[in-house]
């Protein structure tokens, strides 16, 4: 079992910045890979960028040059710096934690508002 918790979401101006945090705890040895997804109101969840054991990042288009993925192994914590966060950003933010026995772990989400 992996338990995941997200924090840091909030309120913030078009062309802001904020920093997701989630910290994962129990089996995390077992972890091959964790992501960020988001889903706004009336839409699919969606992946926004995710990280692997080894450091391999990837993006969705919609957020490559504005958010980055990393990690605190020693802190098993996983970070998404959002910068010139826009309108169409607003959503619900979940980090998700896929082990290598397929399973996959979500924390139950923090929602960033991005709205003047």
């Known amino acids: 079992q992996v338990q995941l918790v997200e924090s840091g979401g909030g309120l913030v101006q078009p062309g802001g910045s904020l920093r997701l945090s989630c910290a994962a705890s129990g089996s995390i040895f077992s972890i091959n890979a964790m992501g960020w997804y988001r889903q706004a109101p009336g839409k699919q969840r969606e992946l926004v960028a995710a990280?692997?054991?080894?450091?391999?990042?990837n993006y969705a288009d919609s957020v490559k040059g504005r958010f980055t993925i990393s990690r605190d192994n020693a802190k098993n914590t996983v970070y998404l710096q959002m910068n010139s966060l826009k309108p169409e950003d607003t959503a619900v933010y979940y980090c998700?934690?896929?082990?290598?026995?397929?399973?996959?772990?979500w924390g139950k989400g923090t929602l960033v508002t991005v709205s003047s």
């Open positions: 998700n934690a896929l082990t290598s026995g397929g399973m996959d772990y």
């Open positions: 990280i692997t054991s080894g450091g391999s990042t």
